[in-house]
């Protein structure tokens, strides 16, 4: 049971660095845009260049997040048993 409890910390620490990669992505992105739209409210109601990938960065630290809770609730119950 200990190996299954490792290989959800690994895959949670995985999925946290593919999501601050994707969130560094997406504001790397937005920082690169230098052109500045003429109409402000078409702006407001468009996306960034970055957004997909600040979308992603966001999903991925949540179910990292999910799967380490999950890891860590299997501990609680083996250190119990």
């Known amino acids: ?3 299954t409890i490792k290989r959800l910390f690994a895959s949670s620490l995985f999925l946290a660095l593919c999501s601050i990669t ?9 920082a690169a845009q230098t052109t ?13 260049p970055g957004d997909g ?9 949540i179910l ?3 799967v380490a809770f999950a890891g860590a609730m ?5 250190r119990k048993a």
Not at 22 to 30: A, E, H, K, M, R
């Open 1 to 3: 049971m200990s190996g």
């Open 22 to 30: 994707g969130l560094y992505v997406g504001s790397q992105q937005v």
């Open 36 to 48: 500045e739209p003429v109409n402000i409210l078409a702006q407001q109601l468009g996306s960034d």
């Open 53 to 61: 990938w600040m979308l992603a960065g966001g999903f991925l630290m």
């Open 64 to 66: 990292s997040l999910a």
């Open 74 to 78: 299997l501990w609680m119950q083996e």
